[in-house]
């Protein structure tokens, strides 16, 4: 039985992004630097998958915090098979309108009912309290092949963005490491660029992207 996915905190910002359209995320309200963004993320995450010796049209692979289809936009066409989870409603639709009514993308926007070969998240536990982020790794554990791997980001703490009061974690790669280990065979964390646009008017220059495969089960 899959862990239920926990409850994120920017459920607002999306629903206020649906009223007002997507630029309510940028100041700037640049849409194509907006959807670049997401396929320079994209490009990085297939590097990825190709350095870990995976085929990525031969995969399936999950977003976990699909959010608004900034990266799967990118990314899905890419790999044999897709699935975007969020709890969040609002985030749903908007990933809904956007990656299956727009652009007439093949992907699925439900909880995968088979195991995937690759997950990935972005920009996603610094917005999840303590149990949050312990329920969601514990989560991507169950959703996970037992030969799969994992890359997830999580924002370093010496970008020190704010978004707005919203942030409940920023971390060191030592701290990452640990926190990992807790869940997977965990194999590199490494600090990183990100691609994000500005949100809110800041823009964290650094996460940590830790890449890890499934831990072994005695």
């Known amino acids: 039985m899959l862990k239920r996915l926990p409850q994120l905190l920017m459920g607002n910002v999306y629903e206020q992004s649906r009223v007002d359209g997507w630029h309510s995320f940028m100041p700037a309200r640049d849409e194509n630097s907006f959807w670049l963004s997401g396929a320079m993320d994209a490009d990085k995450i297939v590097a990825k998958m190709v350095s870990l010796g995976l085929r990525p049209n031969e995969c399936s692979v999950m977003e976990y915090g699909v959010g608004n289809g900034r990266i799967a936009a990118a990314l899905a066409p890419q790999v044999q098979r897709f699935a975007g989870v ?5 985030a749903l639709e908007m990933a ?3 990656l299956i009514v727009k ?4 992907v699925s926007l439900f909880t995968p009912v088979e195991r995937v070969d690759f997950i990935y998240s972005h920009q996603v536990f ?3 309290t303590e149990r949050q982020m312990h329920d969601a790794l ?3 554990v169950d959703l996970l092949q037992p030969t799969g791997s994992v890359y997830l980001h999580f924002s370093a703490i010496e970008s020190q963005p704010d978004y707005n009061g919203m942030i409940h974690h920023l971390f ?10 807790q869940y997977f065979d965990c194999t590199e964390v490494k600090i990183g660029k990100l691609f994000y646009p500005p949100l809110f008017g800041i823009t964290p220059e650094y996460g940590w992207f830790a890449t890890a495969g499934k831990a072994p089960t005695n």
């Open 126 to 128: 610094l917005f999840c």
């Open 138 to 140: 514990a989560s991507i």
């Open 96 to 98: 809904r309108e956007e």
């Open 103 to 106: 652009r007439g993308l093949n």
């Open 86 to 90: 969020d709890l969040l409603p609002a």
């Open 172 to 181: 060191t790669g030592e701290e990452v490491m640990e926190l990992c280990c």
